[in-house]
């Protein structure tokens, strides 16, 4: 597959705290327009990998490319205005403001008029504040929070949470969104409709989706390919069958001889 059909690379990466090293010469592509999963025990170095893309931590060895254009380095909000956005292990959301509210600070992203247009509304204050709105509003219909706009964030089920804080990472309108556990604590029904609710931004939304969790049905069921990570190292990659059948997966997840 060619460079430019990649839409996230991770060269080598390695990244050390002191003397334990966290992730190990990891190797990972992308597709542009999957759903790619990252897999692996407890400790395997998941969420690191995501804090490196993201700029939380900048890598000790190896490069990040968004794009075919090295990250690794960049602050964090150069990064998310470059396309890509996240969510969480634990939902930060913002539990005092309403559901439409959470999405309106979001969009912020997207404002470019300065403090003089807010004070004195000018028509470019006015012109992109009224896009967010249509946008928002929008973007409610589509993920389903319609009816709940009004409802303060911390007073949702939790699935419709964990669906809020999706929609509010696509508010910043990515190219690429990294879902951190995302059916953490959820049971098989709130699974299987998040496991539709990501296909279906997907599709809709034209963005490509790097997803953690350890709900094997959920990754199995969307997930084009997998990588999956032991103490730091990739151990395997492959489509869903292949990470299934593979011994060495198996003996990770389940600690068992070959």
Known sequence: ???????????NVV????????????????????IYGIIGPNGAGKTT???MITGVYDTTEGKVLFEGQQVNGLPTHVIAARGIARTFQNIRLFGDLSVYDNLLTACQKNITYGLLDG????????????ESREFCDRL?????????????????????????????????????ILLDEPAAGMNEE?????????REIREKKD????????????IMAICDQI????????????????????????????GVDE
């Open 119 to 130: 004070i004195l509304r000018t028509e470019k204050c006015r012109s992109q504040e009224r």
């Open 15 to 34: 990244k050390r705290f002191g003397g334990i090293t966290a992730s190990n010469d990891i190797t990972i592509n992308v597709p542009r327009g999957s």
């Open 190 to 198: 709130e699974s299987d409709k998040l496991s539709e609710f990501i």
């Open 140 to 176: 409610l219909e589509e993920v389903g929070l319609s009816d709940q706009r009004q409802q303060r964030a911390n007073n949702l089920p939790y699935g419709m949470q964990r669906r809020l804080e999706i929609a509010r990472a696509l508010a910043t309108r990515p190219k690429l």
């Open 1 to 11: 597959m060619a460079q430019q059909e990649y839409i996230l690379q991770l060269q």
């Open 227 to 254: 990588s999956v990570l032991n103490f730091g190292t990739l151990l395997a990659e492959g489509k869903p069958d292949e990470i299934q059948n593979n011994p060495e997966v198996i003996s990770a997840y389940l």
């Open 49 to 51: 990998l995501f804090n």
């Open 207 to 218: 963005v490509t989706v790097v997803i953690i969790d350890h709900h094997m049905d959920v």
